[in-house]
């Protein structure tokens, strides 16, 4: 059995594949949501509901929103930091969380909210767990993916994939089976809001553009509720909601109810007794006037909306699915919005707070093997390339790249007459060779030609299980060879993360090591040509210019062993510049012997 998890902001959820129907899994008081907070006491911890109360009880000991923090460096929150009660501190380039004298990393706290996901799986299901599907935003860049998995793995799950939260809620409502198509999945949680515009090919989703506010959600519409009670309060009862923590936190709540019954009622009433002897604060909202309270907030939607389409450079009346995602689209309103601005109805019908976690169960059971039929993307996690002159790995298929995927480059011989060439498929981030993993090697066959002369064209391709196929091609002669490898195979994500993590810490003197190879190539073949023009043209330039060049090309060629770039650069300019006249000489001469040639061949015509 494979888990789906949505590990979320506020709230986490987890479901599973019964059958061929997903379900999430409740807790014991039948509820399918955990509030993603933990809190901290001096013997242990507390996960979810409990730990809500122990946020009012104890702030600077409870952690909420660690989402927020996850795979990130203390540089990239700063305009968090005013949201959070408790302290954040930096070791080794990741955030930590100080809980008095001890320091968490987010994954660690994140994996208390999975241990307990895991928990009443385990409970619900009668047997353990071990293997999970995560979602993450689609804008989760990989190092926060890479959390996300880390904390999977602190909790001893096994994250078979990290799957983006807009393609789990298409999946969710089956979406996959359609041939083609663009989709948008608007997602309007407690605190957060994501458009995200997804193609849909052959039962792949690609993400073309994301977009939204990670700082705007349901608990604005709250806010902006409890501004208008604290005034009212205040004007008609005297009552200085600000002095009594208790009062406002009654009215936070009031207003969330209220909102919530707005959903299905058109007038909702409302009633706080005030302590003091103040009596008790009525008023009734209509709908009416909670859509103009939030009306400015939901068109700030509606903006991202529009440009995640024209990111994605699709039209409103392109789009040929709407998905709702989160609690906050039960708002009628926004559901008008929404179908106003696509011109299409969303689909709403499952539960939204349940929608992301149970598509993460579908995409779960077709790792399980439960339906074989369909593919599903995922990112190679390093670049794939081959060995070039010199010994320098050129990538083809970037890190990151979504998979299936497929890509192309031209390239030539060096050795003149050169009759075959080695293609050596190379993994990893670094420039040389050596430094990086050898997948596999073959040779093709070319006819001997001038260095520079044939063009053999190397494919890569990824297909939707992650084997590479490589081809290269000779375009003259039709001749191709190929290779099938599985650059997976035989890496833990430990040596994948040592390989990117080296490719930063070397990235300077890596650059400096291409430079000197590159350099060292080009001056090797100026050499060779150089030499060949010498020869052709020693008659037809003056003595002391032969030896001008003769000494340059001694020059160049004794700087080409130095280990500085600039040095093999600024001889091979100077080469350059003495041959100047000697190939305007050859170039004409070429050109007279090409006219003599053609009056040869008019005349025996
Ligand atoms: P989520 O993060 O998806 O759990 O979203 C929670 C947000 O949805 C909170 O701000 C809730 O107040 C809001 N919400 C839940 N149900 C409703 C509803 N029926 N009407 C309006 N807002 C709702």
Known sequence: MIIGIDLGTTNSLVAYMDGDHCRVIPGPDGRATVPSIVGFLDNGMLVGDPAREHLVRSPSRTVYSVKRFMGKALADVADELKYFPYT????????RIQIGDTLYSPPQVSATILKELKRRAEAHLGEDITKAVITVPAYFNDSQRQATKDAGRIAGLDVLRILNEPTAASLAYGLQQRTRGFIAVYDLGGGTFDISILKL????????????????????????????????????HGVRVE????????????????????????????????????????????????????????????????????????????????????????????????RALFGKTPHCDLNPDEVVALGAAVQAGILAGDNKDMLLLDVTPLSLGIETMGGVMNAIIRRNTTIPTSAREMFTTSVEGQTSVDIHILQGERDLVKDNRSLARFQLKVPPLPAGGPRIEVTFLIDANGMLNVTAADIRTGQSQSVVVKPSYGLTDDEVENMIRESFQFAQQDVQAR??????????????????????????????????????VAELRAAKNQNDHRVIRSKIADVEHVTHHLAEVLMDATLKEALENKKLSEVRD
């Open 201 to 236: 090919k052959d039962g792949i989703f690609e993400v073309l553009a994301t977009n939204g506010n990670t700082h705007l959600g349901g608990d604005d519409f709250d806010r902006r509720m409890v501004e208008v009670v604290v005034q009212d309060m205040n004007t008609r």
């Open 515 to 552: 430079q000197v190879i590159e350099a060292r190539v080009e001056a090797e073949s100026i050499v060779t040509s150089t030499e060949l023009a010498l020869q052709r043209g020693m008659d037809l330039i003056g003595r002391e210019e032969v030896q001008t060049i003769q000494q340059a």
């Open 88 to 95: 954040l501190q930096e070791k080794g380039g990741v955030i």
């Open 243 to 338: 002095e009594s923590q208790e009062l406002m936190q009654t009215i936070r709540l009031e207003a969330e109810k209220t909102k919530r019954r707005l959903s299905d009622e058109r007038q909702v009433h409302m009633a706080i007794s005030l302590s003091d002897g103040k009596g008790i604060y009525e008023r009734t909202w209509s709908r009416d006037e909670f859509e103009a309270l939030i009306v400015d907030l939901v068109e700030q939607t509606m903006a991202s909306c529009r440009l995640a389409m024209k990111d994605a450079e699709v039209e409103p009346g392109q789009i040929d699915e709407v998905v709702l995602v989160g609690g906050s689209t039960r708002i009628p309103f926004i559901h008008d919005r929404v």
